[in-house]
């Protein structure tokens, strides 16, 4: 086996070896947490939970650095307005950040890190920078001067030959001695928090942080760094200027960048409007899981057009595959076993296993586990199954979902846990204001207090379900089918689907 991964440094395609031991060492983009983070901000995290966990699949350790940008315009910005201190505004969309990457199943990074604890880190980077004369200081802000590092646009590959030097850009808030250079640290403004250092009172550009933040967890030099392709240029680029400028040595072997999940042909984003957050999608009854799948199931460097109608797909596909499951687990079948199928299933690991190495082919991982889904079911109806196949299927089921992580049917569960769903109603408390809930189209102007009625995502816990079930087998074991088909009906309307099977009575929520 052998993993290969496309480089835009290099734009080329190169197999991927740690620099150094068993340790990949990688520094992920994380949100800026000035309000939710949208599902395009998510198609980006499930990409990189999916190479961290393929990267963990094929044996290697991980030390994995996600920042959160807790300073910047817009956090200042909306903390003031809503007149709260900024630390205590970013709080908020810290946490939930936090519970929308349990209902993703992100994996926990190994390093989660506000950029407001790492100043010191990044006043001594600009610091070096200033001693090593890649950095100057102007009206109390400090530049990177972009002529001084001879290597400026090796990420982006554009030619910056034709901005002119000492151009001025009508936007400039500051006064940089060349158009191209960029802000490291900003002088502090009226009324905005800023930190004191050598160079007077600010607060960090937003560059430096990444810079920072990436060398203190992780060496001068590491592996990878990853974010959504708008980051090559400025963001990337200037990281790699900042970093390389001050140690002298290469900053990042790999740098991977996931393309656009787009709406109706433009990238999804906040300033554009044409967003949903997770809860947005909550609240219209639609399940984490079946998110994480349809963000999961297009290869990380294809755009990803985002619908509803590919949103249901995602679901009916989620169920297919745990029907499947549920049938290797449930259904009796004849003793023995069958070579022929045995190798069916093991020959669907090794094509998942090898799309994954090649660049994270997920549409090829998801295909070779459909193929097997499929073959599996026909041997099931043309009683071909045997006792003994079902561990090979279930083994690579469970393989593959240790990277897609969407087969556990627990999305109820933790609406619950993190208080987004009011057990025992059919209220789904959100934590949204009344603005959010209205452009989530789940409710009228006028309620504010965060709870909306959303009959779809269920009003039963799984427990209650289940206890239902049980009471219905025994009634209908008596003969009791008037008690039985009430059952049914009721929860029915509570949004439960029942499906007798000969393994037994299987559920799904509507
Ligand atoms: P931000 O919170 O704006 O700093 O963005 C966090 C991450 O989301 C970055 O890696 C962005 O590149 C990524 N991102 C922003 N918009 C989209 C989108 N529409 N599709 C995919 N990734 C995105
Ligand atoms: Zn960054």
């Known amino acids: 086996m052998s993993l290969r991964f496309y480089n835009t440094l290099t734009r080329q395609v190169e197999e991927f070896k740690p620099l150094e031991g068993n340790t990949v060492r990688m520094y992920t983009c994380g949100p800026t947490v000035y309000d939710y983070a949208h599902i395009g901000n998510y198609r980006t995290f499930v990409f990189q939970d999916v190479l961290r966990r393929h990267l963990k699949y094929r044996g290697f350790q991980l030390r994995h650095v996600v920042n959160l940008t807790d300073v910047d315009d817009n956090t200042i910005r909306n903390s003031r307005s809503a007149g709260v201190p900024l630390r205590a505004y970013t709080d908020k969309y810290v946490e939930a950040f936090q519970i929308d990457r349990q209902l993703l199943n992100l994996e926990d990074p190994e390093f989660l890190v506000r950029a407001t604890d790492h100043i010191e880190e990044m006043v001594k980077l600009i610091q070096a920078l200033m001693d090593r004369g890649y950095a100057y200081a102007s009206e109390g802000s400090v530049y990177f001067k972009v002529g001084a590092f001879p290597h400026y646009g090796q990420l982006t590959q554009i030619d910056l030959t034709g901005v002119r030097a000492g151009a001025r850009v009508d936007t400039d808030k500051y006064d940089k001695a060349d158009a191209r250079d ?100 909550i609240a219209k009854g639609y399940k984490p899981s079946a998110i994480r799948y349809l963000l999961a199931s297009v290869p990380y460097r294809k755009p990803l057009n985002f619908t509803f109608d590919g949103l249901h797909q995602a679901q009916q596909s989620i169920d297919r595959l745990r029907n499947f499951r549920f049938r290797l687990t449930k259904e009796n079948f004849p003793p023995g076993d069958s070579p022929a199928l045995k190798a069916r299933a093991q020959e669907a690991r090794e094509k998942f296993e090898a799309a994954l190495d090649d ?19 026909t ?68 309620i504010g207090n965060g709870y909306t009625q959303v009959l779809q995502v269920g009003t039963l816990s799984d427990e209650e379900i289940e206890k239902l079930i049980a009471e219905r087998a025994a009634a209908r074991r008596k003969g009791d089918y008037a008690r039985s088909d009430e059952i049914r009906a009721s929860l029915l309307q509570a949004g439960v689907i029942l499906e007798d099977t000969k393994a037994g009575t299987r559920w799904k929520r509507k």
């Open 182 to 281: 960029f802000v490291l640290w900003k002088a502090a403004k009226e009324g905005e928090p800023f930190w004191e250092t050598p160079f007077g009172p600010g607060r960090p550009g937003w560059h430096i942080e990444c810079s920072a933040m990436s060398m203190k967890y992780l060496g001068e030099t590491f592996d990878i760094h990853s974010g959504g392709s708008d980051l090559i240029f400025p963001h990337h680029e200037n990281e790699i200027a900042q970093s390389e400028a001050a140690t002298g040595k290469p900053f990042v072997k790999l740098w991977l960048h996931g393309e656009h999940l787009i709406v109706n042909g433009e990238k999804m984003s906040k300033s554009l409007g044409n967003f949903y957050t997770l809860r947005d999608l």
């Open 379 to 446: 041997a099931m109806d043309r009683r071909e199954f045997r006792d003994g196949d079902r561990g090979a299927f279930l083994d690579t089921l469970e393989r593959w979902d240790r990277i897609f992580a969407v087969l556990d049917d627990n999305d109820h569960a933790k609406l619950v846990k993190f208080g987004l769903l009011k057990e025992g109603t059919s209220s789904v408390k959100l934590g949204l204001d009344a603005r959010e809930l209205k452009s989530a189209g789940v409710a009228e102007e006028g």
């Open 359 to 377: 660049n994270l082919n997920t549409a090829e991982a998801l295909g070779a586990i459909f193929d097997m889904v499929r073959d599996g079911n």
